[in-house]
Every structure is written in structure tokens, then in C-alpha cells.
């Protein structure tokens, strides 16, 4: 069944924006002070992403494709395999979804912000960061996790077994997430979807949070850049030996 742009714009602003409530809700969860989830952990952190990823693949990849990430739309452009026409519109829509999304993780965490003093804690259920500090180490870490995550989600979702199952691909997508959050994210989080990163960044800048100390511009391009880049070539790579 094809549907209209309208409705495929709708599925990857909502699409998006669960992306953020389950993936930085959980951030939120384990970093904010006097949460029931304080301190429980970086499996309770994957966890979140991983089923923020596989809920809208399941419930709007056979709308819009469930790009839910603009890395992911630019990259199969550049390589044929999306229409150009509906890069913008899309990419509008998932940064409005990114936002949405995480408002609501700030309003019902809002209590929690406030009791919150440590300004770290509070920006990573924002946006990234090398935990390193070393900006080299970010963008390839942002670079190969991007990557690897757009060449397993398109294998599983366009080989037979994936599109004879569209649900059970669906779930392998949202375990590739859950992996790479657990091996992968130690040093930068990671991000590996610009919407996901820039959006929260630029309402943590813009919103009264006590405590929340730099919202580090300075670096913000990091995690826009290195995930588009990644999946051009991960597009490229499922095209060539896929």
C-alpha cells in the first residue's frame, strides 16, 4: 500500500520523537538525582534505545521506511535508493520529532532537572560527548557506529527473510541498536542519527534548567556530521556486497 507524503512525514515525526522518549528517557532515568531508576545502569540505557528504535520500525516501516534519522535519508539518496524530493520533508519532520520527543522526556522529568546539580549528568540526557574529551576519537567513534548500524538494518530489513518478516526484522534492528549502545557507546554515547543529537542539544541551550552548565556548541558538529558520512559509506558498502 503506498501512502501519501502527509502520512509518511507523520510516521517519521512520530517515529522520531518515540526514538527520543524511550532512548533519552532512559538517559534520563539512569542520570537524574531521586529518579526510581537513578544509577541502574548503561544496560538500562541500551535497552531504552534499542527498543526507541525497534517500536517505530515496527509500527511505521511499511509507512515511511521508519527512517527515523536524517543520516540514514541523506545517505540513500547519495546512493539512489531514496528520492530526493523527500529528503527535506523528511529530514524537517524527524528534527521536529527529535524535539517533540524530548520535551516530553523534560516535562516528565522535570522535577528530577532540578534536584539535578551535576551539570554532566544533565547533558548527556540531552546530546553527546566524548568521554574522552578528544574530538578525533568522537567522530570516529560517531563514524563506524553509524555506519555499522545502517548496514545491519538495511540487510535485515531488505533481504527475503526481512521483508517476508517485516516484524521480525524489525526486532533485529532494535537488538542491532541495543548491541552497538552496550559495545560502542562508551566513549560518545553514541549518537548515530544527527536528529538525535542536535535538537535535544539545542533545547538544553534554550530551556531554564538549573545546573546545566554548557551545552558545548563547539563540538555539535560532530555528531551531525560523522553520522552522515558513516551511513553514505555503510549505504554504499550494503550496495556493493549486498
Known sequence: MEYSTFVK???????????????????????????????????????????????????????????????????QAVNGLFDWNLVLPYIIAQLL???????????????????????????????????????????????FGTLVLVVGALCCLSLPWGEEDHAAASIAVGFIVWGLVTSMGGPTGPGLNPARDLMPRLLHAILPIPSKGSSRWDEAWIPVVAPVLGAIVGVAMFKLFV
Open 97 to 143: 520529532g527529535a524535539a517533540v520527543g524530548q520535551l516530553v522526556v523534560y516535562i516528565t522529568y522535570y522535577p528530577h532537572y532540578k534536584d539535578t546539580e551535576d551539570a554532566d549528568a544533565i547533558l548527556g540526557t540531552f546530546c553527546t560527548t566524548d568521554a574522552h574529551n578528544d574530538r578525533v576519537n568522537y567522530f570516529v567513534n560517531e563514524f
Open 9 to 75: 512525514l507523520a510516521a517519521e515525526f512520530f517515529g522520531t520523537a518515540i526514538l527520543m522518549i524511550f532512548g533519552n528517557g532512559a538517559v534520563a532515568n539512569v542520570e537524574l538525582k531521586n529518579t526510581k531508576g537513578h544509577h541502574a545502569g548503561w544496560l538500562n540505557i541500551a535497552m531504552g534505545y534499542g527498543f526507541g528504535v525497534m517500536f517505530p520500525v515496527l509500527m511505521f516501516g511499511g509507512v515511511s521506511g521508519a527512517h527515523i534519522n536524517p543520516a540514514m535519508t541523506i545517505a
